[in-house]
């Protein structure tokens, strides 16, 4: 088969950037990511192996249950088992994970401290790691005590993002030493590419399955501007927080009462970022997101948080970059195949010659599938193939990708066929 190098207008670089979009439900400590419950696995309960509401960081392990006993025990090991000590052995867990033996080449894992590594294990003993990584949102909640733009984790960290940000106006003012009470919704990278798209924010705050009030950066600032509140329809076009579309953070600060009739007389029960549970007097802004890993437990201890419920929704970009290959089929090339079919039936490929034991190749015979108006005779030969797959080759003649067509393409003598090849990187 000819092999065809790529010409200088055959190759094009492009970047497409595609706006996924994400959904979040939070309830009762549940999170439900893009109306997602459990997928029921053969093995496991959630075949994905990772918490519902939480994607896969690695998609390994699927399916997957995990053998606790024979970890017990210590009897199913990988590979060779030592008898001088278990700690040299690798078990058998029933789940893939990476695993590295302490020696001279010192390699370990990120999460292993440099003294629980000098200490807790001596050469020859194996470290492990784990591959059932998963990411989903989490809220963080300060209160006015904590001084959320200075001793605040969320806030000290995001200080340059804010004040970099306030070009876009003046609600991403968070002044040093600020008192105000402030909601982070954090959101991992994975579900929003390179940044949030700007418009896309949509946050609903529910009590009994009502809506309350509506956040939505409609003017493509980051400001969310409150719409559609009912008791709280008062402080309808007002803003109660900002989105870092870098970044990936909600920072929410409306702290006026959304839902006086669903409270009831206690309130709802909410924890700040340490996991301090404190009574909020009404729910607001400043409770929105509540359940979602925030260490909030479910209904079962806290009865007030039954009825409240919050919606999250945006839109991602991701930039994919491509390439764009033109693989050209020339007139008078390509019209030979190697396939049975090409040559006629019935043939035999040796013959002896007269007189002594000689066996010479016959000429084969092309089989001619060009039609005529006539029984006799046929139409003059054509050598048509017909083209199926395109292989795509290193420098080094090594085969890295294959396109195949949908249906086989004829191709003959007198035809030019360009094949327009596009990978997504």
Same mark, same amino acid.
């Given at each position: 088969?000819?092999?065809?190098?790529? &010409?200088?207008?055959?190759? %094009?670089?492009?970047?497409?950037?595609? +706006?996924?979009?994400?959904? @979040?439900?939070?309830?009762?400590?549940?999170?439900?990511?893009?109306?997602?419950?459990?997928?029921?696995?053969?093995?496991?309960?959630?075949?994905?192996?990772?918490?519902?509401? +939480?994607?896969?960081?690695?998609?390994?392990?699927?399916?997957?249950?995990?053998?606790?006993?024979?970890?017990?025990?210590?009897?199913?090991?990988?590979?060779?088992?030592?008898?001088?000590?278990?700690?040299?052995?690798?078990?058998?867990?029933?789940?893939?994970?990476? %695993?590295?033996?302490?020696?001279?080449?010192?390699?370990?894992? !990120?999460?292993?401290?440099?003294?629980?590594?000098?200490?807790?294990?001596?050469?020859?003993?194996?470290?492990?790691?784990?591959?059932?990584?998963?990411?989903?949102?989490?809220?963080?909640?300060?209160?006015?005590?904590?001084?959320?733009?200075?001793?605040?984790?969320?806030?000290?960290?995001?200080?340059?993002?804010?004040?970099?940000?306030?070009?876009?106006?003046?609600?991403?003012?968070?002044?040093?030493?600020?008192?105000?009470?402030?909601?982070?919704?954090?959101?991992?990278?994975?579900?929003?590419?390179?940044?949030?798209?700007?418009?896309?924010?949509?946050?609903?705050?529910?009590?009994?399955?009502?809506?309350?009030?509506?956040?939505?950066?409609?003017?493509?600032?980051?400001?969310?501007?409150? /719409?559609?509140?009912?008791?709280?329809?008062?402080?309808?076009?007002?803003?109660?927080?900002?989105?870092?579309?870098?970044? &990936? %953070?909600?920072?929410?600060?409306?702290?006026?009462?959304?839902?006086?009739?669903?409270?009831?007389?206690?309130?709802?029960?909410? !924890?700040? +970022?340490?996991?301090?549970?404190?009574?909020?007097? =009404?729910?607001?802004?400043?409770? %929105?997101?509540?359940?979602?890993?925030?260490?909030?437990?479910?209904?079962?201890?806290?009865?007030?948080?039954?009825?409240?419920?919050?919606?999250?929704? @945006?839109?991602?970009?991701?930039?994919?970059?491509?390439?764009?290959?033109?693989?050209?089929?020339?007139?008078?090339?390509?019209?030979? /195949?190697?396939?049975?079919?090409?040559?006629?039936?019935?043939?035999?490929?040796?013959?002896?010659?007269?007189?002594?034991?000689?066996?010479?190749?016959?000429?084969?015979?092309?089989?001619?599938?060009?039609?005529?108006?006539?029984?006799?005779?046929?139409?003059?030969?054509? #050598?048509?193939?017909?083209?199926?797959?395109?292989?795509?080759?290193?420098?080094?003649?090594?085969?890295?990708?294959?396109?195949?067509?949908? #249906?086989?393409?004829?191709?003959?003598?007198?035809?030019?066929?360009?094949?327009?090849?596009?990978? =997504?990187?």
């Amino acid at each position: 088969m000819p092999l065809y190098k790529f &010409g200088d207008g055959d190759l %094009f670089y492009n970047q497409i950037k595609a +706006h996924p979009s994400s959904s @979040f439900f939070v309830y009762d400590s549940k999170i439900f990511y893009n109306n997602k419950a459990t997928e029921p696995g053969s093995f496991v309960a959630n075949a994905t192996n990772v918490p519902v509401g +939480h994607v896969s960081l690695f998609e390994y392990n699927v399916d997957r249950a995990e053998a606790f006993a024979d970890i017990l025990n210590g009897t199913v090991v990988i590979g060779h088992s030592s008898s001088a000590t278990a700690s040299a052995n690798v078990p058998d867990t029933g789940i893939i994970y990476p %695993f590295v033996y302490k020696g001279l080449s010192k390699t370990s894992f !990120k999460g292993i401290k440099r003294a629980d590594y000098l200490h807790n294990y001596i050469d020859g003993d194996v470290i492990t790691g784990s591959y059932q990584l998963s990411a989903s949102i989490t809220r963080k909640r300060y209160l006015s005590t904590h001084n959320f733009n200075d001793a605040g984790l969320s806030g000290s960290a995001l200080k340059n993002s804010l004040s970099y940000a306030s070009r876009m106006g003046p609600h991403y003012n968070f002044p040093s030493g600020s008192s105000v009470a402030t909601n982070v919704i954090e959101i991992p990278s994975i579900f929003y590419g390179s940044r949030i798209k700007k418009g896309s924010v949509d946050l609903k705050f529910y009590m009994t399955g009502t809506l309350m009030g509506r956040l939505k950066d409609s003017r493509q600032d980051g400001a969310l501007i409150q /719409s559609e509140g009912t008791e709280g329809s008062a402080h309808d076009g007002q803003i109660a927080g900002v989105v870092l579309y870098n970044e &990936g %953070f909600v920072i929410l600060t409306g702290s006026w009462d959304l839902a006086t009739t669903f409270e009831g007389s206690t309130g709802l029960v909410d !924890k700040d +970022h340490e996991g301090t549970a404190y009574a909020a007097a =009404d729910a607001s802004w400043l409770n %929105f997101g509540m359940g979602a890993n925030d260490k909030v437990t479910p209904t079962s201890e806290f009865s007030a948080n039954v009825s409240a419920s919050f919606g999250i929704n @945006f839109a991602g970009t991701h930039k994919i970059p491509t390439v764009t290959m033109l693989a050209h089929a020339n007139k008078g090339e390509l019209n030979y /195949s190697n396939n049975l079919t090409y040559m006629s039936a019935s043939q035999t490929t040796l013959s002896a010659s007269s007189g002594d034991s000689l066996y010479l190749e016959k000429e084969k015979v092309i089989k001619n599938i060009h039609s005529s108006s006539y029984a006799d005779p046929t139409g003059s030969l054509r #050598k048509t193939t017909y083209i199926t797959k395109v292989g795509i080759y290193d420098e080094k003649k090594k085969l890295i990708g294959i396109a195949s067509l949908a #249906k086989p393409v004829k191709k003959t003598e007198d035809r030019d066929l360009t094949f327009k090849l596009k990978l =997504d990187i």
